[in-house]
């Protein structure tokens, strides 16, 4: 099995900055695809960036240009770092990773246990 520990959640002020961290540990033979998503109060889960293990990166459209996604391989941890945060980007962010513990084994997704980003003044 594999676990997420996720960090770097808080209050902020419109127009500030966070970082959030998930670093994945367990049976992990190939980490492929590691994301982050979000969901709001009274909202569905959203996705709001992937990265692959060569580091291609997706972005949700609300978020591309204040938002960056990044690996560090070595360390099995992905990175959101969100810059000029808005009211509306205020939510639980959620980070995941589709992963294999072997070979041939079939890739499996763990979610880890969620972070509270508040964006207010």
């Known amino acids: 099995q594999v676990q997420l520990v996720e960090s770097g959640g808080g209050l902020v002020q419109p127009g500030g900055s966070l970082r959030l961290s998930c670093a994945a540990s367990g049976s992990i033979f190939r980490l492929n695809v590691m994301g982050w998503y979000r969901q709001g109060p009274g909202k569905q889960r959203e996705l709001v960036a992937d990265v692959t293990s060569g580091g291609s990166a997706n972005y949700a459209d609300s978020v591309k240009g204040r938002f960056t996604i990044s690996r560090d391989n070595s360390k099995n941890t992905v990175y959101l770092q969100m810059n000029s945060l808005k009211p509306e980007d205020t939510a639980v962010y959620y980070c995941?990773?589709?992963?294999?513990?072997?070979?041939?084994?079939?890739?499996?997704?763990?979610w880890g246990q969620g972070t509270q980003v508040t964006v207010s003044s």
């Open positions: 995941e990773a589709d992963w294999r513990d072997g070979p041939w084994s079939t890739v499996a997704r763990t």
